[in-house]
């Protein structure tokens, strides 16, 4: 069974900091890994979706990789503002395109 | 403009009593599924759909049925409501569930008691 793991569960910065959220996984076997934003008593807002045979992808301050035979994941935010506090979250689609989230790593970023 | 449409937005309700929690997408997308979301457990997948006419279970199916008659709808249905069922549940869809963005509903806040 896939288990999806996202290290720190919790962050505060100060604003204009790079930072790193990481994300593991225990099947190398996916599709797809996806992050998303979800602010509280919203929906979840997709940021970046990664195939399984991309190694990166970027929008805008927001760049994610792909290391899928370790089964590890980095979403890096670039000059961190306050409109990023959030909690972000990974997903990987695996076998029978069933869908695996972590837990989140919830986002403060500090004026 | 694009979108996940679930309704209601909150329910309260009481044990046993039926309900239906719909889910409607306008873009032509295979796959849909259902999630609940619990404090320190993250979302779960409940079931999911890669067409029409065919569900299978996600993780988290007990207690929950699902039904894709039409490609735009995928409704999730509480036989007999339980309070262990009291969670935040969401609905999304994608072109497909293997390389594919990923669509989120606004959620549903259910309290069974």
């Known amino acids: 069974k896939q288990e999806v793991t996202q290290i720190p569960a919790a962050l505060s910065v100060p604003e204009g900091e790079n930072l790193v959220l990481n994300c593991s996984f225990t099947d190398s076997a996916i599709y797809n890994l996806q992050w998303f934003r979800q602010d509280p008593g919203k929906g979840l807002t997709s940021l970046l979706l990664i195939q399984s045979s991309q190694r990166e992808q970027t929008s805008g301050r927001l760049n994610a990789s792909l290391d899928k035979s370790s089964g590890r994941s980095t979403l890096y935010i670039a000059a961190s503002q306050p409109g990023d506090s959030a909690t972000y979250l990974c997903a990987v689609s695996g076998g029978y395109q069933k869908v695996t989230f972590g837990i989140g790593t919830k986002l403060q970023v500090i004026p | 403009e694009a979108q996940v449409t679930q309704n209601p937005r909150y329910l309260i309700t009481v044990t046993g009593k039926k309900l239906t929690v719909t889910c409607s997408q306008n873009m032509n997308h295979e796959y849909m599924s259902w999630y609940r979301q619990d404090p320190g457990l993250g979302l779960r997948q409940i079931y999911y759909?890669?067409?029409?006419?065919?569900?299978d279970k996600g993780d988290v199916p007990e207690g929950y049925k699902v039904s894709r008659k039409e490609k735009r709808n995928f409704p999730l249905i509480l036989e007999s409501p339980s309070p262990n069922q009291t969670s935040l549940y969401f609905c999304?869809?994608?072109?497909?569930?293997?390389?594919?963005?990923?669509?989120f509903g606004q959620g549903t806040r259910l309290t069974v008691v």
């Open positions: 999304a869809s994608s072109l497909s569930g293997r390389s594919t963005e990923a669509f």
């Open positions: 759909s890669m067409n029409v006419e065919v569900t």
